[in-house]
């Protein structure tokens, strides 16, 4: 995750310099925080009234990001940091998966055993 941050930086620093003026002070961690949000909120919507609606949070960090950066800026940071991390977290879920699969393979688990262990279950649940 520090490399994930890390990454949010340097977004924030090398898009400090498309900046708006006018746009409302806020230090680079609280730019973190908001692209942070903006990352695990964007995209999200609800059904209202037969329509999408951008949800709550995703509409706040937006303006927030688009007030200091402009919208073309805030969406391409939020697009860059979410493809960042969904590609960590691909990698993080692909290792986990190894290895918990090399423990499995040591512990003798072969596949099929699931089945195996719920038509037990269900021939027991049957007979009584």
């Known amino acids: 995750m520090m490399e994930w941050r890390a990454l949010v930086g340097r977004q924030i620093e090398a898009a400090s310099g498309e900046r708006r003026a006018a746009g409302p002070a806020i230090s680079s961690d609280g730019v973190a ?14 059904q209202a009234a037969g329509s999408e609606v951008i949800t709550g949070t995703a509409e706040v960090t937006l303006r927030v990001l688009d ?23 691909a990698s993080t879920l692909d290792a986990e998966r190894t ?13 099929g055993r699931g089945e195996t262990l719920r038509a037990i279950t269900a021939a027991i649940e049957g007979a009584r």
């Open 33 to 46: 925080v908001v692209l942070l949000l903006a990352v695990s909120s964007h995209g999200a919507t609800r």
């Open 99 to 111: 290895r918990i699969e090399s423990l499995l393979d040591a512990a003798g688990v072969r596949d």
């Open 67 to 89: 007030a200091l950066f402009g919208e073309r800026v805030a969406l391409a940071m939020i697009a860059g940091a979410k493809a960042d991390l969904t590609a960590r977290m």
